[in-house]
């Protein structure tokens, strides 16, 4: 059953010098949903016709000084502040995340992997919550597995704070086993309580270190990654029946 | 610090010879200048002749390998990387290149500049890289020195290409004490453009302004290609540490995103990477490709130290960095992609009628020379040399492994040969590369046979994947050679794409030594046979000599980079079983014991021997045309290829690639003859396949007019591999010997 969605949906997809999942966020969003998305370069100051914001993987600016540091003072990023402060929705993956917390749109801090090293693995998720405007398309508690592939996704906060964010049920994701289980052996990074994903308090930015851009195109897999967006779209349209016709991959 | 040397000051053989040259070279060059170089020629003269720059001691034999016909655009040699036309308009570029010694010297740069260096080639043609690979050999893993490079190496890798933004997707990595003091890092990139998009690097057009793009230049990498690449290492490796370049991945990222802008754009005549030899290479090679000369002022060169010799400038291996030639009237658009990427764009120089190459610094002519002296294909020094067989290789062939006993417990052999470092799961490396940034890679590494990368635009794929058993090679280098061609050649087929072409990199000893020259002159005429056989040119590569430390050689090392086409990439075949109840076959048969050079030999009985089993080409292309069809119908499940460990290594393997839903199987495939050959044997030209059992009878009666022998020999299912009386283990325990014996040893 395919029904097109009433309008389609506009993101911007923010371009930093160093990004480098740019071009997969487009793809997801545009080639595979169908969703009209362009590259907003970190120079531009308009973001004003744009549904939605997306700020994605890579490593911005080299990653020098520390992960997503020296983007936040990117002339976009003001912007895109005042964007979700006026209730516009934003997500951030991986660098994105990093960004997001550097700003201080999102809380925490992403540290250094527990073992030290660069990770690129296919992960289960866990989701924690399907009433955001993120994550309605997942059932409650579904088990989703989309890649990470990161040096500093240790998700950190200290303890009342963080105590706060589970209270305010912020946590969107968490690693899991192929059970649902958050153990500490499935948990990759050492993040904290197995966090993966986050939203701020009003629920309109979203910050997650696994990469659901690389699994929503079904040639690369089963496309669990593709109802972050599809969550999305649905969020802006209000359209709950629509299912997105998927793009068909090359000609 | 002021420069107290006089750049124009005449040079002398003994610096020459400081920068290995030798007394007949120096003499080649005086007579070509007419005069007794200065300083700063004699070390341009140098740098470009060596072995490293110059292919002197290699370009003959390498003459002799197919590098043209099929589906090749350029001619090996010809630009900085093999072309190949895909269709549809599109073009991959691709190849492998070694960083060996800057990686036994410095393991985290060296490795991360080896992949900077490929990464360039391919993206100064035009091409944006879509998948990096790399073949790496290292000593013994029990060795805390190795673990050392084995650490550095896969974190510079991983350094590099994870923020440059390229997936690295497949390789090897193989470990024998031979490779202790020199280990082999080869990295290979591929690429694809648009055909209207290719970039030249022959310069041309009289006034028009030669642009440096890039980083700035500093002191890192002087004497790289020279003292560090030509030359056996020694004890006091550290030392040369300063000769190592240290590698910026976001300022590349930057020059790639601005170069292929630039290569859509249309404003650059030509254009090359400033890699070994830097700023010589580079201006010599452009300058005698287009068959004119070149002006360039030093003065005007960004800097990030002061008061560099010219020599210096000229020599300096600091990386990012591009030479380009404009279109006449494009300057401005130039400077303007650039500008907007934040990077360096400085016009230094000019394009001039005739042969010369003239440098200038502060208004002083400091070097006149003829480019197309320097450059290869050009006048530089060619050398046939001396080879001689090895006096130890009538002995090694004439051991009869089938003397050896029987194995009393093969169950036992099987979890000893997964546990083995070379065979053992590398998801311990690859886990530290980004596998899937660019969302291309249909098939993610460890999964299958080679790694499948689509092409946007298109609906093809590429296979790609690289190989080398090295043992092979040391036993008979000619047979060892062509068993690389035909297994990469295999296991882009087992993908499901067919193989089009091969890129190179040829790692050997000191050339000088006749025993070392046997080698490579005979796995080069093995390539050679192999190629033509199967019709999979060489589109180019590279050749590492002196790979040597301390009188101690490597074993001989040509390694293979494979590209394979797959006409619709959603028809991808991994390696692994997927559902129980499949039917098991297995393509092709053994007539060789195949133990010869094996990792049965020498896990158990630590011996590197044998006779090498024999390749047969008419057998290996029917091969390849059953998998490419057996894919394109959907007719298999998996495929995956019989090579170290024998059929029982495959077997254990197809059931646990995917560890999170392993497959069992039940093979009823006896023997009457020896049960180390059937089980352990390694005769190539044999790939386990399983399927639907649906689809047996369409899948039999493809399978019947290929002339592939095919052999019922299993049903998968349950959680254990059991093949007759000879092996029953459960897959827990294979999993966990083969998934955990590097993490095992690497954090010891």
């Known amino acids: 059953m395919t029904r097109v969605t009433d309008r389609v949906t506009r993101w911007g997809v923010v371009v930093f010098p160093g990004s480098n999942c740019d071009k997969d966020a487009l793809d997801a969003v545009g080639r595979i949903l169908g969703q009209q998305a362009r590259a907003i370069w970190h120079r531009t100051q308009q973001l004003d016709d744009l549904d939605v914001v997306l700020l994605p993987g890579g490593f911005s600016h080299g990653d020098y000084l520390r992960a997503g540091a020296i983007a936040r003072f990117a002339p976009v990023m003001d912007k895109v502040i005042d964007f979700a402060r006026n209730g516009g929705l934003v997500i951030g993956i991986c660098n994105g995340f990093q960004v997001l917390t550097e700003t201080g749109l999102l809380p925490g801090a992403l540290m250094r992997n527990a073992g030290l090293r660069f990770i690129c693995r296919e992960v289960s998720l866990r989701v924690e919550r399907n009433d955001t405007f993120f994550t309605r398309r997942y059932r409650d508690r579904q088990v989703i597995n989309i890649p990470i592939a990161h040096n500093e996704g240790s998700f950190y906060l200290p303890p009342d704070q963080l105590q706060e964010l589970e209270a305010n049920r912020q946590v969107v994701f968490r690693y899991c086993d192929a059970d649902g289980n958050a153990t500490p052996e499935a948990n990759p990074n050492g993040s904290l309580n197995n966090i993966a994903g986050i939203i701020n308090r009003e629920g309109n930015v979203l910050g997650m270190m696994p990469h659901p851009e690389r699994r929503t195109d079904p040639i690369l897999g089963v496309p669990d990654g593709a109802g972050v967006f599809r969550s999305i779209i649905n969020s802006i349209t209000g359209n709950r029946l629509e299912s997105v016709t998927p793009g068909r991959f090359g000609r | ?748």
């Open chain 2, 1 to 748: 610090m002021e420069s107290t040397h006089d750049p124009t000051r005449p040079g002398t053989l003994q610096e020459a010879l400081d920068q290995t040259m030798n007394e007949e070279e120096f003499n080649r060059v005086c007579e070509i200048l007419g005069r007794v170089p200065n300083v700063t020629e004699l070390a341009i003269f140098a740098v470009m002749w060596s072995e490293h720059c110059s292919y002197k001691n290699s370009i003959l034999e390498l003459k002799t390998l197919p590098r043209s016909g099929g589906r090749l655009l350029v001619e090996a040699g010809e630009e900085n990387a093999g072309l190949v036309d895909i269709g549809d308009g599109y073009a991959v570029a691709f190849k492998i290149e070694s960083h060996n010694h800057p990686s036994a010297v410095e393991p985290f740069q060296g490795a991360a500049t080896g992949v900077g260096g490929i990464l360039r080639d391919i993206f100064t043609m035009g091409a944006r890289p879509l998948a990096a690979l790399d073949s790496l050999h290292f000593g013994d893993p029990g060795d805390p020195h190795t673990r050392y490079l084995v650490d550095g190496v896969v974190r510079g890798i991983g350094h590099y290409g994870n923020c440059f933004g390229v997936p690295t997707v497949a390789g090897e990595v193989c470990f024998d004490p031979a490779y202790s003091g020199n280990p082999l890092i080869n990295a290979m990139a591929v690429g694809v453009v648009k055909i209207e998009n290719i970039m030249s690097a022959k310069a041309s057009g009289v006034g028009n302004s030669v642009f440096y793009v890039g980083s700035k230049t500093g002191r890192d990498g002087i004497y790289g290609a020279s003292v560090l690449a030509s030359r056996e290492l020694s004890g006091d490796d550290e030392a040369k540490r300063p000769t190592v370049q240290v590698g910026d991945p976001f300022a590349e990222k930057l020059l790639l995103e601005a170069t292929l802008e630039l290569a859509e754009s249309g404003a650059v005549e030509s254009i090359q990477d400033m890699g070994a030899a830097g700023l010589t290479c580079s201006s010599s090679e452009m300058s005698a490709a287009g068959g004119v000369g070149m002006e360039i002022d030093l003065d005007l060169v960004p800097l990030r130290e002061r008061e560099m010799d010219p020599w210096e400038i000229m020599l300096s291996e600091s990386q990012e960095r591009m030479l380009l030639v404009a279109k006449k009237g494009r300057e401005a658009q130039i400077r303007r992609v650039f500008d907007k990427w934040e990077l360096e764009a400085v016009e230094i120089g000019k394009v001039i009628d005739g042969d010369r190459l003239r440098i200038f610094q502060k208004g002083r002519l400091v070097a006149d020379v003829p480019p197309w002296y320097l450059a290869l294909g050009g006048g530089v020094p060619r050398y046939r040399r001396e080879y001689r067989r090895p006096a130890d290789l009538d002995g090694l062939e004439a051991f009869d492994p089938l003397s050896l006993p029987e194995p009393e417990d093969p169950g036992r052999v099987l979890l000893k040969l997964l546990s083995d470092p070379e065979i053992a799961s590398k998801a311990w490396i690859y886990e530290q590369y980004d596998c899937s940034v660019r969302t291309n890679s249909v098939v993610e590494p460890g999964f299958g046979d080679a790694a499948l990368i689509r092409v946007e635009g298109t609906g093809k794929a590429l296979a790609v994947k690289t190989d080398c058993n090295a043992r092979y090679v040391r036993l008979n280098p000619r047979l060892g050679a062509k068993q690389a061609v035909v297994e990469a050649a295999r296991n882009v087929a087992c993908a499901g794409a067919r193989p089009v072409a091969i890129t190179n990199c040829l790692n050997f000893g000191h050339p000088y030594k006749p025993d070392v020259y046997y080698f490579f002159h005979e796995a080069v005429a093995g390539m050679g046979e192999a190629c033509r056989a199967l019709d999979t040119p060489v589109t180019g590569g590279n050749v590492s000599f002196y790979n040597e430390t301390q009188g101690q050689t490597i074993l001989p090392t040509p390694v293979i980079g494979m590209l394979g086409l797959m006409d619709d990439a959603s028809k991808s075949v991994t390696a692994g079983f997927k559902q129980e109840g499949d039917v098991v076959y297995q393509l092709g048969k053994s007539d060789h014991h195949g133990l010869g050079g094996s990792s049965y030999l020498k896990v158990m009985h630590g011996r590197i021997a044998g006779p090498v089993a024999p390749v047969d080409f008419g057998h290996e292309k029917r091969l390849i045309d059953l998998l490419v069809n057996l894919a394109s119908q959907e007719l298999i499940q998996s495929a995956h290829d019989v090579s170290d460990g024998g059929l029982s290594v495959c077997l254990a393997e197809c059931c646990m690639v995917d560890r999170r839903s392993p497959v069992g199987v039940v093979v009823d495939y006896p023997t009457e003859s020896s049960t180390a050959a059937h089980l352990f044997g390694e005769a190539p030209g044999r790939v386990v396949v399983s399927v639907k059992s649906g689809l047996v009878a369409r899948f039999e009666a493809e399978a019947g007019k290929s002339g592939v022998p095919v052999r019922r020999i299993g049903v998968t299912g349950g959680d254990r591999f059991i093949w007759n009386d000879y092996i029953d283990v459960d897959l827990e325990t294979v999993i966990d010997r083969y998934y955990n014996t590097i993490p095992n040893i690497m954090n010891e």
